[in-house]
DNA sequence: AAGCTGCATAAACCACCTTTATGCCATACA
DNA sequence: TGTATGGCATAAAGGTGGTTTATGCAGCTT
């Protein structure tokens, strides 16, 4: 048994303010419709809720069983619904990340997320320095595990294998061994000093051969720059590779050289502060995506 | 923050059937006016509720934020309904009592009963030959203690006097004394033997006065019919005064005698089975008649 | 490609909910 | 006693919002 919801809320106002002329002010409506619904809902029951006399109305005990259920009821609704407000009300979730990770892993994926979101508002701030988050925010940067909040968590592994254009390979001929690359022309990543991911230094002393870089060879201080140079063919990249994915299984680009894989280091994800319901969705999307990628 | 309380029943039924197809069909209305009830509500609450998709309906967070409360909010409303028209199809309130209450007691005031309870409609039945009261029924008879369950309670301990109409003690003269009294007509109320109130016999006992009944005089088996023949000025009876204290005031009956009273008998309320609130309003009811009535 | 299902949107319409007006009743005060 | 005030109920009028019908787009399945 079901009662029109409107009435619901007429019930209520008049066992709160105890005449239905009161009642019919605080929602906004006259005594007379106060008096109809009320008198709907009574004969919609087959029972009376209210006693009216002169003074105002005071309930039946029907209307006590009633009025006992649905007075927190309605309490309840209007928190939620204030909660709900609330949440509509938060500010936009801000992730910070550089200019690599956001051009080339969040943004050819971030429509996934808003299509999946579109109550949230997502707002992505890149910068070639990273700070770190303040509360409420996200930041996705490149860290070594110890550099980071307790609560931080890795999304991306650093895994990176020399790549090149096959332009660029037909060129200039094979390029299987890491001597034959140390003879190639290299595309560098220009970073400060304290940056903690691989370099062509790093990457031929894991394969002791010694190679230092040479005058003329292009540096870049961003990596989506240095991605265009490798996809034109000017050179040999370190590919980082969950960002050149997709251009190795398109074929424009091909490794050139055996991976390396750091587990402490890569793209991590910290988040100080109240973790909203917008900063729960992207944590668990994020980890989805990472996932479906194998 | 409210919602259009109709709005509420949508997103409930949405979020239980899964598509806003199914939910129309279980509202009884179509999809586009849930799809047009639903916006509104997202509309006035500033944040999507569902998620739509080809395959139905799921909710976004905040539409989960709203639905933990909302569900069991409205089930707890429809419980309450439910109890509610439960109540309203309550049998009558049947009340058992004898003639003479009836007419002399509880008739008279019952207008007041049904004024403050509206809703419990109440059935009166009145017989010569009272039976105990049967599960859900209400029996108002004169007992003494012991006779009845330990739950029944004494609402009138008997209190008799006897009563002369002014025109009778006019013609008579006056019965200042027992003696006196022994010698004017009486108006006897004829009983079965198990019968526990006053009689004549019992009043002239207390009295240390022989008193046999006289042959021609009235004797009557119904207590109303009694006050009537007093009333009409026929003879002297023995009056109870629960029953014929509005004489007394109206001085349509004058006293011609002490007063007698037993605390044991009286008339006794037994109401075996459940206490419904109708129940329960009855009986505050009836203690309340008694007390005002000093 | 065809068929089915789900949702969104626009236009039309009508039922019902609200307002205005009025009357009755009870209470308080001068 | 008469007047004023406040509360509820009822009737009539009207207008608007909620519903239906029609249509189109998208996604999925066979």
């Not at 079901?2 to 002010?25: F, K, N, S, Y």
């Not at 005594?31 to 109809?36: D, F, L, R, T």
């Not at 009574?42 to 109305?57: N, T, W």
């Not at 332009?167 to 001929?173: D, E, K, V």
């Amino acid at each position: 048994m079901q009662l029109d919801p409107a009435a619901l809320r007429v019930i209520e106002a008049v066992a709160r303010h105890g005449t239905l002329t009161r009642a019919g002010a605080a929602l906004g409506m006259t005594q007379p419709a106060v008096s109809y619904q009320l008198r709907r809902a009574e004969d919609h029951l087959g029972v009376a809720l209210f006693l009216r006399s002169q003074a105002g109305c005071r309930p039946t005990p029907a209307g006590e069983v009633l009025l006992r259920a649905l007075l927190p009821a309605l309490a309840q609704i209007d928190v939620a619904l204030a909660e709900v407000v609330a949440l509509s009300r938060q500010p936009a979730l801000r992730i910070l990340t550089d200019f690599g990770f956001a051009g080339l892993w969040l943004m050819p994926r971030l429509a996934r997320f808003r299509s999946q979101h579109p109550e949230i508002e997502v707002q992505i701030t890149a910068a070639q320095e990273n700070r770190a988050a303040r509360p409420g925010e996200v930041a996705i940067r490149f860290a070594r595990a110890g550099d980071l909040d307790a609560s931080a968590w890795l999304l991306l592994p650093e895994r990176v294998l020399p790549v090149a254009a096959p332009a660029y390979l037909a060129a200039q001929g094979p390029l299987d061994t890491p001597a034959a690359l140390a003879s190639a022309t290299l595309l560098h990543l220009d970073a400060p000093p304290e940056a903690r991911w691989f370099t062509w230094t790093g990457w031929f002393a894991e394969h002791a051969v010694a190679r230092s870089r040479r005058s003329g060879e292009l540096g870049l201080n961003t990596y989506d720059f240095v991605v265009q140079a490798v996809l034109a063919g000017q050179g040999v990249a370190l590919g980082w590779l969950p960002l050149i994915a997709p251009h190795l299984d398109s074929g424009a680009l091909v490794p050139v050289g055996p991976e390396l894989r750091r587990q402490d280091t890569g793209y991590w994800v910290e988040s100080p502060g109240p973790q909203t319901p917008g900063h729960k969705a992207l944590a668990h999307w994020l980890r989805d995506e990472v996932a479906s990628a194998g």
